[in-house]
């Protein structure tokens, strides 16, 4: 049983793996489309995936996209946090590094190392939703009627590509939504190299949709005192090297699901003794701290096979 990873993050979801190097597999606006595209790559069945999440999700939400996942055809659904993932997306060698999450909701800066992290600050009005919100004010002002926040957004991507737009016959300048966040970048700036100094980490890297808006990404590069990598699948690469432990778990799950299914048709027939050692037995594997127990179990159920009633 193989398992994908997804990076729920976004509003685009994206699914990848790591088979000896980490691959972006599919994307999609919702869990069935991730499902199709990734039964797509592999020209097979996809039924477990494991997600990963922002840290912040409640049970009850969690719960609501389990319930999601299984409607689009995953059976085996596990997560793990944002956090975890890029925990695990660390090489090796490197001890500690600082992260730059910039997202549509916030912007968060954290340094992590091989076994933990640790939140230093949310940076407020660095995120998305903010930038969305004074682009909106400001188009409205020159537009003369009321431009939405998820309509600046729109206008602000197709601004990361073009110079100039006409909307409405006025002219928008990409520099007109630029001088709106400038003064926003270089409070963050200062801020992450005050970090940078306290912390000392060894890499810092860059994630999230802010980075690709371009007078964000130079202005960061520039003028941060330690040059920052720029990855948008940091989270996903991490979840994917996960995913492949997953793998293992889950086929244990079913492999368990299997054997009791099987051990229904000799049940009748065993001694209390050997009652309790079938007990024994599942109780250990349920805990799914390896294959042994499990294989002890599958060695067991062929042993009183070969003793049952209906075998002879």
Known sequence: ??????????????????????????????LLEIREGSEIFFNDFVSSCLIAVQKNYTPEKLNAIKNNANEAGFDYVDFITDTQAKISALDENINSALILDMGASKTELEIISQSQSEKISELKNF???????????????????????????GIKKDLTDKEILIIGGKKIYRYDFERLIRFHIFDAVNFINAMIRIYEPEKFFITGGLA????????????????PEFTSDLILKGASILAVLNDKKNDNKA???????????????????????????FNQALNLKGNANINALEN?????????????
Do not use: C
Not at 7 to 28: H, K, T, V, W
Not at 212 to 227: A, F
Not at 257 to 281: G, H, I, M, Y
């Open 300 to 312: 067991l159920l062929n042993e009183l096979k070969k003793t049952a009633p209906e075998s002879k």
């Open 127 to 153: 995120n998305g939703n903010y930038f969305n919100k004074i682009f909106s004010e400001f188009l409205s002002t020159r537009l003369l009627h009321n431009i939405k926040a998820i309509e600046a957004d």
């Open 1 to 30: 049983m193989r398992s994908i990873a997804i990076d729920y993050g976004s509003e685009y979801l994206r699914a990848g793996i790591f088979d000896g190097r980490y691959r972006l597999i599919a994307s999609g606006k919702n």
């Open 212 to 227: 690709n808006i371009p007078i964000v990404k130079n202005i960061i590069e520039r003028d941060t005192i330690m040059k």
């Open 255 to 281: 492999r368990l699901k299997a054997l009791q299914e099987n051990f229904k048709a000799v049940r009748n027939f065993l001694t209390p003794s050997q009652n309790d050692r079938v007990n024994r037995f």
